[in-house]
């Protein structure tokens, strides 16, 4: 078995919406919206290094779209970790009665 590839991805912000991402790939960024389509790309060297797109039917169907060339392995533990983070923070502010609903409102 090969030597374990560490990736760190943070959320940064007050409302975790921009995650920063360290790891073999080099340094990535994401912003994710809390609203429309909820897509967003992992960019890396001011270029985009995947597409991530929500179903707006079905908020459970993530398609990843990355291009010929890409680490596919790195990328996907990446948007999983994103979508991990999400789903953390998604559940605590539904915990606390009318958070959700002022966040969406501030952002």
């Known amino acids: 078995m090969g030597s374990a590839q560490v990736i760190t991805v943070h959320?940064?912000?007050w409302f975790g919406r921009?995650?920063?991402i360290d790891g073999p790939l080099g340094e990535l960024s994401a912003t994710v919206s809390d609203f429309g389509a909820q897509s967003y790309e992992l960019v890396g060297?001011?270029?985009p290094r995947?597409?991530?797109?929500r179903r707006q039917?079905?908020?459970?169907?993530?398609?990843?779209?990355?291009p010929d060339g890409e680490d596919v392995a790195s990328l996907l533990a990446v948007v999983l970790a994103i979508e991990?983070?999400?789903?953390?923070?998604?559940?605590a502010q539904d915990s606390i009665p009318y958070v959700r609903l002022i966040?969406?409102?501030?952002n």
């Open 45 to 47: 060297g001011d270029r």
């Open 50 to 53: 995947a597409i991530v797109a």
């Open 57 to 66: 039917i079905s908020q459970q169907s993530i398609t990843i779209d990355v």
């Open 11 to 13: 959320h940064n912000g």
């Open 84 to 91: 991990t983070i999400r789903d953390d923070r998604r559940q």
């Open 103 to 106: 966040l969406r409102l501030i």
């Open 18 to 20: 921009r995650y920063s």
